[in-house]
């Protein structure tokens, strides 16, 4: 990896920027995410791009409402709805030498813009990011957000936890030089998770730098139910299995922790079924089962000591669902994902 910590000439703190920002059903979060945007203090234009997938509820009807009262966004179609082709194409719509990904449901703090480019400017870096700051509004949200923000529920990834600015193999959402880009192809569109791990990845082995820093904060709103956080985390344990498949440098032993409780649960119950024959391996089974779940109860109680009883009672099952939904879709992940990524 280099590390030019120098200026870099071709990125001014002045320069003009393109957000682009993939789009599915995020009638709930989308004119936050894109009023935290245009309201950035940035001497440099800003152009907001988003790419429109299919969605089922009101959010192209909102996006086209944005577009009329704003002259600065722009709309492209995404017909597959995958995030890596909104956000190529939005790349491809774009005419500035930054570009800088955001989510539709997540917002910017009011300086971000600002403090990345110059970061970008400072250090020299192909990609700069920060911290998924995830905060919560119903009772569930906020415990999810307590389950992302802690190294119990993540492990130590500084883009999840906060950490000192430096070197990262990885970073939440990013500001990128529009050449390296450019250098690399844009994102993988067979990807459908880990587009962003699989970016950095290139970037960081064809010569660039990627950067943290905990001075860029982006506000994450967590699914709003146990359904759709399971469903997120087992598409993020299926996706950076395949990952690993084609870089089998990038493995690590934070990501093989989830699939390997996964296993041991899975043999406690062999141990219970065994149990049915041979009953002191039905005890053990059962021992084995109930020392996960309450340490999983403990767990969630410690990184939840500081809020309400309701938040306190659902964080241990947004933990538990995390971690097993993680790790199941790793063990399960089809090697199909590999030969087609």
């Not at 393109?18 to 800003?46: F, W």
């Amino acid at each position: 990896m280099v590390t030019p910590l120098v200026s870099d000439t071709s990125v001014e703190p002045t320069s003009n920027v393109t957000v682009i920002m993939p789009v599915l059903n995020e009638e709930r979060h989308l004119a936050a995410a894109v009023t935290s945007v245009l309201s950035q203090v940035h001497d440099g234009e800003i152009e907001v791009i988003l790419g429109l997938g299919p969605s089922s509820d009101r959010t192209n009807a909102i996006a086209k409402q944005l577009r009329d009262q704003d002259s600065r966004i722009v709309l492209v179609e995404n017909p597959t709805g995958q995030t890596a082709d909104a956000l190529n194409a939005a790349l491809q719509a774009s005419s500035h030498p930054i570009v800088i990904r955001v989510d539709a449901h997540g917002e910017l703090a009011p300086d971000y813009i600002r403090n990345a480019v110059l970061e970008l400017h400072r250090t020299g870096a192909d990609n700069v990011g920060g911290v998924m700051a995830a905060s919560g509004v119903t009772t569930w949200e906020k415990a999810t957000a307590l389950a992302m923000t802690s190294p119990i529920g993540v492990g130590n990834a500084a883009y999840h936890i906060g950490g000192g600015a430096g070197p990262s193999s990885s970073v939440y959402l990013g500001c990128f030089r529009r050449s390296a880009l450019e250098r690399v192809g844009g994102f993988d569109s067979k990807f459908k998770r880990a587009q962003d791990w699989e970016l950095n990845h290139r970037l960081r082995t064809t010569g660039g730098l990627v950067w943290f820093t905990p001075k860029l904060e982006v506000k994450y709103r967590p699914r709003p139910n146990v359904l759709a956080l399971a469903r997120q985390y087992f598409e993020y344990g299926t996706w950076r299995r395949a990952l690993m498949r084609r870089y089998p440098e990038t493995r690590s032993l934070r990501y093989l922790t989830a699939p390997l409780l996964v296993g041991a649960l899975i043999s406690a119950t062999a141990l219970m079924l065994a149990g049915l024959w041979v009953r002191p391996l039905l005890w053990l089974g059962l021992m084995c089962w109930a020392f996960y779940l309450i340490s999983e109860i403990f767990a969630g109680l410690y990184i939840s000591r500081k809020v309400a009883w309701r938040v306190k009672l659902a964080t241990p099952l947004a933990l538990l669902t995390m971690h097993l939904a993680w790790g199941v879709g790793f063990i399960t992940s089809p090697r199909r994902l590999s030969r087609e990524s």
